[in-house]
């Protein structure tokens, strides 16, 4: 990919114009996705913080569900924060009755598993190669149990809990840097976007 690759983020609910800026200031474009037709357009995809059961809702309502689900298994570059790794789990933990995923990454993931609203915290961890990052946590999963083919990139300390993980072209955090100003989990993303 030679121009810079058009990332849509999915706006049905969650910091969509977080997500847009720390797109762009990692080189890349960023586009709301509402519709099908806007789905097809991008060359990668992220799905913002949140609340999973809300994006689940208005997914089905909106006629996205399946044809997400689809996109990504096709292999679409896609990354998740926090309600969004939720959204990329197989299976999780902690949802409410008859919640769905899109699913993609082999991993348990537990809903507010770091607590309640009040809870939220922020911490320092090391993030994949890009060094140390400044991690939000609102109201947060944690990563539960992990498939064979997923990579584990980051652990929430003290406690050593999983909080990013990738599996192929599927990138997931419990934590959202989109909301600390530093694009360095973004640029992780868009470097992966150039591979595939
Ligand atoms: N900040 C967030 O995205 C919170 C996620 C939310 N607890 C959920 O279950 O979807």
Redesign the pocket.
């Known amino acids: 990919m030679t121009t810079a690759p058009l990332i849509g983020v999915l706006a049905l609910q ?1 910091d969509v114009r977080e997500h847009a800026r720390a797109i762009e200031a990692a080189g890349a474009r960023a586009m709301a996705v509402r519709r099908r037709s806007e789905l097809d357009a991008v060359d990668a995809l992220v799905l ?8 689940w809702k208005l997914a089905t309502a909106f006629d996205l569900l399946e044809p997400l689900r689809l996109r990504i298994k096709d292999g679409l570059p896609t990354y998740g ?4 790794m ?1 959204m990329l789990a197989d299976r999780i933990e902690g949802g409410v009755d008859g919640q769905e995923t899109l699913g993609g990454i082999d991993m348990v993931v537990r ?2 598993a770091f607590g309640r609203q009040v809870d939220s915290f922020e911490a320092d961890l090391d993030f994949a190669a890009k060094g140390r990052v400044r991690a939000v946590f ?4 944690w990563v539960e149990s992990i498939g064979p083919d997923v990579e584990v990139l980051g652990r929430a300390e003290p406690g050593g809990r999983i909080v990013a993980v990738r599996q192929g072209p599927l990138l997931a955090t419990s934590f ?1 840097p989109e909301l600390t100003g530093d694009a360095r989990v973004h640029s992780y993303f868009v470097e992966m976007v150039r591979e595939f």
């Open positions: 969650g913002p913080g949140g609340e999973s059961t809300t994006m924060s926090c309600a969004g939720i809903r507010n609102i109201r947060a999963p959202h």
